[in-house]
C-alpha cells in the first residue's frame, strides 16, 4: 500500500479531539480503516477533502493543536505548507507547545504480506487453538494429568525416575506421585531428607550419567536451595562441555501464590527461570497441558523447569481422547489461541489463563471481542504467535501474579516493541502482583494479586469502552 484516499472525516475544524477518537476512514485498494488520534488537543485545519485521491503514505492530512486558541492560526494553512514542520503560531501568549501533523501510519509489514486483512476473527493457521468440548471428552484434574503423564513415562523408559521429599511412602504431598512407589519400587522412587541441595545435585549428576530424572520440589520456594545445581550445572554444561555432556532431566513442583501460605511459600519464579539460557521453561494451566507438557519434558535433551500452581491441581478439566493416548505430546515453545478475538490481546500463564478468559467472558458480553494466549511454555517464548495475534487486535495486555519488576509481562512487552511496536494503537499493559512479600491475611493476600475485576477494567480503558 503506497497510497489511499479520505472516505469521510468523522471530526471537523474546531472539535476537541481525545487520545483514540475516530478522525476520518481511510480508503485503499485493500481496505477501509479508521484513522485514530494519537493525541490530545484541537482539529486546527483539515489537510485533505473527503473524496481525495492518490493521497501518499506519510502525507499530512489533518493539523492538531494543543490550545484552542491556536486553531485560528492555521485557517490559511495549506497541504503545501506541511511538507516541513510548521512554524509555531504566532502568539505572545506563554508556554505554547509545537503543533503536530496527524500522518497516517505507514504499512510496515513484508511486501508478500501487505493486503492482507489483520482484523479477522480467524487465528492463523499455524497457531493451535483450543477445540470445542467433544462429546467424548472426559474429565481429568491437573493433578491426574501430571501424574499419568509421569506414570506412562517411567514405564516406557527405565531411565527416568522420581526423587524427592516425601514422593514415595507418603505419595507425595500433594498426591502427584501417587502410585508411583507401588508400581515401580524404591529403586525408580526415592524418598529423599530436607536437603534440596543434596537430592537436586544427585540428580544433575546421574542425568550427566544418563538417567533422566524428575526432582520434585515440595514448592519452588524451597528450590532456592538447590538454585546452584539448576543455574550453573544443569543449564550451563551442555555449553561448556561443548556439547560432550547432556542433561536430561526434569525440576517440578507448585509455583506462585497458594492460599494463606505466606511470603517464604508464595513467589512466583517464572521470571527468574525464564532468563536463563539452558533451561526450558513450562507453565501449565489445563489438563492437557498439564499432561503433554510433562510427557515433553521427560523426553526432551535438554533440563526442563515445570511450573505448577498448588491451586489448580485439584481443578477438572475436558480432555480428548487423544490427550489421553499414552504418546500425546505438547510441543515446547507453542502457545496456545484459548479464545480467538478481534479487539484485544490477553496473553498469560498457569492460574491466570482461567482469570483472563473468564473476564474475556464478561468483556464479550460488553461487545469487546477478546484473543487470549496461553504461553504454557516461558521458554522458548512462542513469539510468531504473539506477534501474529498484536498485529490483529492492536492492543495487548499482560497477566501474572508474579511481581511487575522485570516480570515476564516486561520481557513480553520488549517483544512486542522490537517486532510489533507499529501495530499497536495504545500501549501494552501489564498486570501483576502487587510489588511486596506476599501478604499472611487473606484480606491483603487478595489485594495482593490480580483479579477478574482489574483486568476486565483495563481491557475496558484499552479498548476505549469506559
Not at 506519510?58 to 494553512?77: H, R
Not at 519452588?220 to 556439547?243: C, E, P, R, V, W
Amino acid at each position: 500500500m503506497t497510497q489511499g484516499s479520505i472516505a469521510a472525516w468523522k471530526m471537523k475544524v474546531g472539535d476537541k479531539i481525545s487520545a483514540g477518537d475516530i478522525l476520518c476512514d481511510i480508503q485503499t485498494d485493500k481496505a477501509t480503516m479508521e484513522m485514530e488520534s494519537m493525541e490530545d488537543g484541537y482539529l486546527a485545519k483539515i489537510l485533505v477533502e473527503a473524496g481525495s485521491d492518490e493521497i501518499a503514505v506519510g502525507q499530512a492530512v489533518a493539523i492538531i493543536v494543543e490550545n484552542e486558541a491556536d486553531v485560528a492560526a492555521f485557517a490559511n494553512f495549506t497541504s503545501a505548507d506541511a511538507g516541513a514542520a510548521p512554524a509555531a503560531p504566532p502568539t505572545e501568549a506563554p508556554g505554547n507547545s509545537a503543533t503536530r501533523a496527524v500522518t497516517e501510519r505507514p504499512d510496515l509489514r513484508a511486501t508478500v504480506n501487505q493486503g492482507t486483512p489483520l482484523r479477522t476473527s480467524r487465528a492463523p493457521a499455524n497457531v493451535e487453538v483450543a477445540a470445542p468440548v467433544g462429546p467424548d471428552s472426559k474429565m481429568l484434574t491437573v493433578r491426574d494429568a501430571i501424574n499419568s503423564a509421569m506414570e506412562e513415562e517411567m514405564a516406557r523408559d527405565d531411565k527416568v525416575y522420581v526423587m524427592g521429599e516425601e514422593v514415595g511412602e507418603y505419595q507425595g504431598a500433594y498426591k502427584i506421585t501417587r502410585g508411583l512407589l507401588q508400581k515401580f519400587g524404591p529403586q525408580r522412587v526415592y524418598d529423599t531428607p530436607i536437603t534440596e541441595a543434596g537430592f537436586a545435585g544427585i540428580g544433575v549428576g546421574s542425568a550427566m550419567a544418563g538417567l533422566k530424572p524428575i526432582i520434585e520440589f515440595m514448592t519452588f520456594n524451597f528450590a532456592m536451595q538447590a538454585i546452584d545445581h539448576i543455574i550453573n550445572s544443569a543449564a550451563k554444561t551442555l555449553y561448556m562441555s561443548a556439547g560432550q555432556i547432556q542433561c536430561s532431566m526434569v525440576f517440578r513442583g507448585p509455583n506462585g501464590a497458594a492460599a494463606g501460605v505466606g511470603a517464604q511459600h508464595s513467589q512466583c519464579f517464572a521470571a527468574w527461570y525464564m532468563s536463563v539460557p539452558g533451561l526450558k521453561v513450562l507453565a501449565p494451566w489445563s489438563a492437557e497441558d498439564a499432561r503433554g507438557l510433562m510427557k515433553s519434558a521427560i523426553r526432551d535433551p535438554d533440563p526442563v523447569v515445570y511450573l505448577e500452581n498448588e491451586l489448580l491441581y485439584g481443578e477438572e478439566f475436558p480432555v480428548s481422547p487423544a490427550c489421553l493416548d499414552k504418546d500425546f505430546l505438547v510441543p515446547l515453545g507453542k502457545a496456545k489461541l484459548e479464545s480467538v478475538g478481534d479487539d484485544l490481546t490477553i496473553i498469560s500463564f498457569s492460574k491466570c489463563v482461567g482469570l483472563s478468559l473468564k473476564a474475556a467472558e464478561i468483556l464479550a458480553a460488553e461487545g469487546i471481542s477478546v484473543e487470549v494466549i496461553n504461553l504454557r511454555t516461558l521458554r522458548p517464548l512462542d513469539r510468531s504467535c504473539i506477534i501474529q495475534s498484536v498485529e490483529k487486535t492492536n492492543r495487548v495486555m499482560t497477566v501474572e501474579e508474579g511481581w511487575p519488576s522485570c516480570g515476564v509481562g516486561s520481557e513480553l512487552s520488549a517483544i512486542i516493541m522490537e517486532d510489533a511496536f507499529d501495530y499497536l494503537d495504545a500501549p501494552v499493559e501489564r498486570i501483576a502482583g502487587a510489588e511486596i512479600p506476599m501478604p499472611y491475611a487473606v484480606n491483603l493476600e487478595k489485594q495482593a494479586l490480580p483479579t477478574v475485576d482489574d483486568i476486565v477494567r483495563v481491557a475496558r480503558t484499552l479498548v476505549n469502552r469506559v
